[in-house]
């Protein structure tokens, strides 16, 4: 774990689906090396990102992160879906993971309806996230709740911009800030969850549902959730999802650090 002034430092690390730089896979890696981030996400959201991944396994070291994880898929236009994790297991395990020592993270859409068997031999793998305002299963309502319950091997992955977009329609309308108190007490109760193992961070566009980039808007619900201390503790890892070109990642990370520590 990092220290900062003496004190333990969060693990702060980037999706690659969220650097829009018009690079490859292997050249986003790369970049989030250059800046010596020390967590990455690697984002495959759609199947035939699956084959770059496999293209460029032979070349990749991962060896610098101190945790990585992989977003699976939940956009299918080549892969059978209840194939996927025959797919991603020989990917990950035998191709990636057995040359570093790593925990075996598969961040999953809980909403693309995989053959629960499929799902019960993997779970111990599964980081399944929340879903935004979009998505018919969420947190406020049983879906979510039951995909744990069903699964109780899985961890899951907090998306607090999902979250909090589920929180925020009011009178016909989003309002982020006469909705900060429920907010922060609702993020605070998932952060505290013995199966919580990854945080998405990000902003998000309310009306169009897009993720943006931190700013003031959010920085008050951040400086009194995502410096809890157990998030330390456990070394729970804080995956950005703001779209940003590579060289403005620096000064990302830079501005979550100071909302939260």
Not at 89 to 110: A, E, G, P, S, W
Request: proline fraction near 3%; hydrophobic fraction near 40%; glycine fraction near 2%.
């Amino acid at each position: 774990m990092g220290i900062m002034g003496g004190r333990m430092k969060n693990l702060i690390g980037f999706s690659t689906g969220a650097i829009t730089d018009n690079i490859s896979l292997e050249e986003k890696i790369k970049s989030l090396q250059e800046l010596e981030i020390e967590a990455i996400e690697m984002s495959c959201l759609r199947d035939i990102e699956l084959l770059e991944l496999f293209s460029i396994a032979p070349k990749i070291d991962l060896s610098t992160f101190k945790y990585v994880s992989f977003h699976l898929p939940s956009k299918f236009d080549i892969v059978n879906k209840n194939n996927l994790f025959n797919l991603v297991t020989h990917l990950i395990r035998d191709v990636y993971f057995k040359k570093f020592n790593y925990d075996f993270n598969l961040v999953y859409h809980h909403d693309i309806n995989i053959d629960y068997e499929i799902l019960k031999t993997y779970s111990k793998y599964l980081l399944i996230e929340n879903l935004d305002i979009r998505k018919e299963r969420t947190f406020n309502n049983q879906g979510f709740d039951d995909v744990l319950f069903d699964l109780p091997k899985s961890h899951f992955c907090l998306d607090t911009a999902h979250l909090i977009s589920m929180r925020i329609w009011t009178n016909s309308k989003y309002d982020v800030k006469n909705n900060k108190e429920n907010i922060i007490t609702d993020l605070k109760r998932h952060i505290y969850s013995s199966r919580l193992k990854q945080i998405h961070v990000s902003n998000m566009d309310f009306k169009n549902v897009k993720h943006t980039p931190l700013s003031d808007e959010i920085e008050e619900i951040y400086s009194e959730t995502l410096n809890e201390p157990i998030i330390k503790k456990r070394n729970i890892p804080l995956i950005l999802e703001t779209p940003l070109e590579f060289k403005y990642i620096n000064k990302e990370i830079e501005y979550l650090r100071y909302m939260i520590e």
